[in-house]
């Protein structure tokens, strides 16, 4: 975490735009797998080893900007909160004893967003009812999320984790939401539910500056800080026990429906994060076994070694077939190209600390218009070539190139992703160690009216992961349903 000094020091140099070798597209960085793929991959992730699985859900803040043209339309009727107030029977939190027959849409827009209503316009995402369904059942949706969670994050044990970072003000609502429900389904789905609702690490709230790059000061003469946006949710997922997470945000669920689509797409995920994990720690025994005496003497290559030998076993003619193929691997599967070393010694601690990092496996779908950032092949400092999440405001806009890559994009980023936190001896890898601290940006904003320029940490599934081991798969689009705006619940994913 950077010092007070450092962040104030940002906000004068910037960050710096990242370099864009080309859009992941497929063929060039996504995997757009056969039917059979898909179902080898299921197989792949029912048959796996792994060491407990948990979901991570991001569920801080309030939905106040899902209501915002309906906070509008509460002084100015508009066209969405028209809409909003003609429909309000589809939706999921709709009551008569609420909104009466012949209730105005001023009326039908204070019950929704104000108490003494369902005082919608202040309260969690996570805590609002999202479905109903024809046996009259409601969810919420954290009971999607744990509907969700039981079908494909079940552990051997009947156990199904879930790690839920929240703010603290919304504790109290999540856990009467999650005590309404927690003992029905777990009767009804047979399972255990582990639910760890975790906040944002106050120690990785930002420094503000106003627009002169001046430290931002409260009318009480105190700095402001500011919670750095979901990059700082790195720490929590640093904290999880467990080898294999799966990654979704709280608004991006449907009616159980789609589950059996969302569920094979996830367990597709998992299978082809569980055999990426399982090449590469083959690849690192393998460069292990090559490159330590205890294995040239026991295969009888060259009898009697000595430290002199073993300083050297990298030039050995196996050593660099292995790393021929590793380098393929990289490029061909994760379109990682290393620069030119000058020995093989080089050439194999490079392979290594390349192969021996976290892996995620994001699901991309075909660009609809939706917002959300991108995948790109980028190229780093030391001339390699990675495969990164980036969002809009990491792209020089002076940059005809790098425009030129955005715009002929083909796909972008529904926060679906798969990790695995175990390295090929089975120790947690410290997460903070593979942050690009030079991925973080600068946002404006305001406080009490007065503008201010906000820290953004390196966002979780952006610079927070980049230096791990990633992989892109088209999924379909019926997998991504967010819930962005109120009138999002009116789509046919929401609705029975």
């Not at 409601?138 to 839920?164: C, F, K, P, S, W």
Request: net charge negative; aromatic share 8%.
């Amino acid at each position: 975490m950077m010092t007070k000094e450092q962040q104030l020091a940002r906000f004068k140099t910037g960050f710096p735009w990242m370099k864009i070798a080309a859009p992941a597209t497929p063929g060039n960085g996504i995997e757009v797998l056969t039917p059979g793929q898909v179902e080898e991959a299921v197989e792949y992730c029912k048959k796996a080893e792994v060491a407990g699985k948990a979901k991570f859900v991001p569920a801080s803040g309030a939905a106040s900007r899902m209501f915002k043209d309906l906070f509008a339309g509460l002084e100015n009727a508009n066209e969405k909160s028209d809409r909003f107030a003609a429909s309000i029977k589809d939706f999921a939190f709709y009551t008569p004893e609420l909104f009466p027959e012949g209730a105005s849409a001023h009326d039908i827009l204070a019950t929704t967003l104000l108490e003494p209503g369902l005082g919608y316009g202040a309260k969690p995402k996570g805590v609002l009812k999202f479905h109903k369904y024809a046996d009259g059942e409601i969810r919420t949706a954290i009971a999607e999320h744990l509907v969700e969670a039981q079908d494909y994050m079940r552990n051997a044990d009947g156990t199904v984790n879930l790690t839920v970072t929240i703010s603290p003000e919304h504790r109290p609502l999540f856990e009467a939401a999650l005590a309404e429900i927690q003992a029905e389904y777990e009767q009804r789905y047979g399972v255990k539910y582990i639910v760890d609702f975790v906040y944002q690490d106050k120690e990785t709230d930002t420094y503000a500056v106003t627009p002169e790059n001046e430290l931002f000061l409260k009318e009480d003469g105190t700095p402001l800080r500011r919670p750095a946006g979901h990059g700082a949710l790195i720490y929590n997922l640093n904290a999880m026990d467990c080898e294999l997470v799966s990654i979704k945000n709280i608004d991006n669920v449907s009616n159980e429906r789609m589950l059996p689509v969302t569920a094979k797409w996830k367990q597709v995920l998992m299978g082809r994060a569980l055999e990426l994990r399982d090449t590469i720690f083959a690849y690192l025994e393998e460069l292990d076994r090559c490159t330590t005496p205890f294995t040239v003497q026991m295969m009888g290559i060259v009898p009697g070694y000595n430290n002199t030998l073993y300083d050297n076993l990298e030039d050995s003619e196996e050593c660099q077939t292995l790393c021929n193929d590793i380098e393929e691997f990289l490029r061909e599967k994760l379109c990682v190209t290393i620069p030119e070393c000058e020995t093989n010694k080089e050439r194999v601690a490079l392979l290594r600390e390349k192969l021996n990092r976290p892996i995620r496996v994001c699901g991309m779908v075909r660009n609809q218009g939706e917002p959300g950032g991108g995948p790109f092949v980028i190229t780093e400092k030391d001339g390699s070539t990675s495969l990164q999440v980036l969002e809009s405001v990491q792209i020089n806009p002076e940059d005809p190139e790098a425009m030129a890559a955005l715009k002929s994009a083909t796909h972008f980023n529904p926060v679906d992703l798969v990790c695995c936190l175990l390295n090929y001896k089975g120790e947690r890898f410290d997460l903070l160690k593979h942050v690009d601290e030079n991925a973080g940006f600068i946002s404006s904003k305001s406080y009490q009216g007065r503008e201010l320029k906000a820290l953004e940490l390196p966002g979780l599934w952006n610079g927070a992961m980049s230096k791990w081991n990633t992989l892109f798969v088209e999924v379909p689009l019926e997998t991504f349903n967010p819930v962005k705006t109120v009138l999002d619940l009116l789509r046919p994913a929401h609705q029975e």
